[in-house]
């Protein structure tokens, strides 16, 4: 409240950080298949609509996968907020990937 005025101040719009998420697959691959699987139920438990999904497909788009150095699939890259990181694999290890996604585990 407004100690001259009396008014209350205006709200102000809430910051949400947007993590921004690249994953690399190669076709339908079961790996590939897994890991979008796993990404989504993360990013649906952890991230909710505070983040944004790429999924490039190296079969589709080869010379953009060598341009970014990806040389494994299915390989996922946390572009920002920083620091970036990067997880390789089916994503299966839930805690390896909320690590490198700066996320803490729930607490059961």
């Given at each position: 409240m407004n100690r001259l005025t009396g008014k209350s101040k205006p709200a102000t719009a809430q910051l949400t950080t947007v993590v921004v998420l690249r994953l690399y697959v190669a076709g339908g691959a079961p790996n590939s298949m897994q890991a979008i699987a796993n990404l989504e139920a993360i990013c649906a438990e952890y991230l909710k609509d505070g983040h944004r999904l790429e999924v490039v497909d190296v079969l589709q788009n080869p010379r953009?996968?060598?341009?970014?150095?990806?040389?494994?699939?299915?390989?996922?890259?946390?572009?920002?907020?920083?620091?970036?990181?990067?997880?390789?694999?089916?994503?299966?290890?839930?805690?390896?990937?909320?690590?490198?996604?700066g996320l803490k585990p729930h607490v059961e």
């Open positions: 953009r996968a060598m341009a970014e150095g990806v040389l494994v699939t299915p390989s996922l890259n946390k572009l920002s907020p920083q620091p970036a990181a990067q997880v390789i694999g089916n994503l299966s290890d839930k805690t390896r990937v909320l690590f490198a996604l």
